[in-house]
């Protein structure tokens, strides 16, 4: 099923000592949209200070009462690296904070391993131990540090704000068309499978879905989206109603629209054999 963004802000971590915050915002990989962190203020118990807290860490969603459980505890988030959740995360920081909660990390580039469809689900991996920390991985740590320059190590990984993207105007091969309301994300995989585009600038009162895969352009300096479909074609396309859970064949419908692959197709078509 597919989760709506700005609904899940607000959500609270349940660590497994107490309540740990709320969820404010969430980090994606531009690269691979997937969310990779969601960003939890903490509330007066420490401080408000803002915390990364990855999909991995994850045992589970209460949807109905809106909480989000996790295999980690307060005292595991108090003592965790410091991270400056305002400013851009380095691989640097990323690679402290996988090795202190014992989480699998791409030292190439990539952030946490996986793409969409092997990125984290709402379960821990099997012998995943929050926290767990060994000497034979600090060991492997320390020597995979010195064989990375510096300057790579402190590269910006390319994360990028959810919340920061919400607003983003969205400019069509023949003009702009709206801006970027919210984004899909699934539940399973932590996924991002739709912007959801708010026309009112042009085409009042209308909410349409645009696919990350569709997007040709993204200019951050900027604040605009672009995408190579002309203003007629995302006119013609299916609405959306974010009050109704989206189907299947609703998506189906969607790609038809574009006549393009769908992600379940294209998933299918990539995933090693393990036959």
């Not at 969310?35 to 991995?56: A, C, D, M, N, Q």
Request: contains cysteine; negative net charge.
């Amino acid at each position: 099923m597919l989760r709506s963004m700005t609904d899940l802000k607000g959500y609270t971590l349940g660590a497994t000592d107490g309540d740990m915050g709320h969820v404010t915002d969430f980090l994606f990989d531009d690269t691979r949209w997937t969310i990779r962190y969601l960003v939890v203020e903490t509330g007066s118990w420490l401080k408000s200070r803002k915390v990364l807290i990855s999909p991995f860490s994850l045992a589970g969603a209460d949807w109905t009462h809106k909480r989000l459980p996790v295999h980690i505890s307060r005292e595991e988030v108090k003592n965790s690296p410091d991270i400056d959740t305002d400013k851009p995360v380095s691989r640097q920081h990323e690679a402290q904070h996988a090795d202190y909660y014992g989480l699998p990390y791409d030292r190439g580039g990539g952030g946490l391993t996986g793409a969409a469809q092997d990125a984290p689900v709402l379960t821990s991996p099997p012998g995943f131990t929050a926290g767990a920390q060994t000497s034979a991985r600090s060991d492997v740590t320390e020597v995979m540090d010195r064989a990375v320059p510096t300057r790579q190590r402190n590269d910006d990984p390319h994360l990028r704000s959810c919340q920061a993207v919400i607003g983003y105007h969205l400019e069509a091969s023949d003009g702009d068309i709206g801006h970027v309301h919210s984004m899909l994300v699934e539940e399973d995989n932590w996924a991002i499978r739709y912007l959801v585009l708010n026309t009112s600038n042009w085409w009042l009162g209308h909410q349409v879905l645009m696919a990350p895969d569709w997007v040709s352009d993204i200019r951050w300096a900027d604040s605009r989206v672009s995408v190579n479909l002309s203003r007629q074609a995302i006119q013609t396309s299916p609405r959306f109603d974010a009050s109704t859970p989206l189907t299947r064949e609703q998506e189906q419908a969607l790609y038809h629209h574009y006549e393009r692959p769908t992600y379940w197709e294209r998933e299918h078509k990539n995933a090693p054999d393990r036959s």
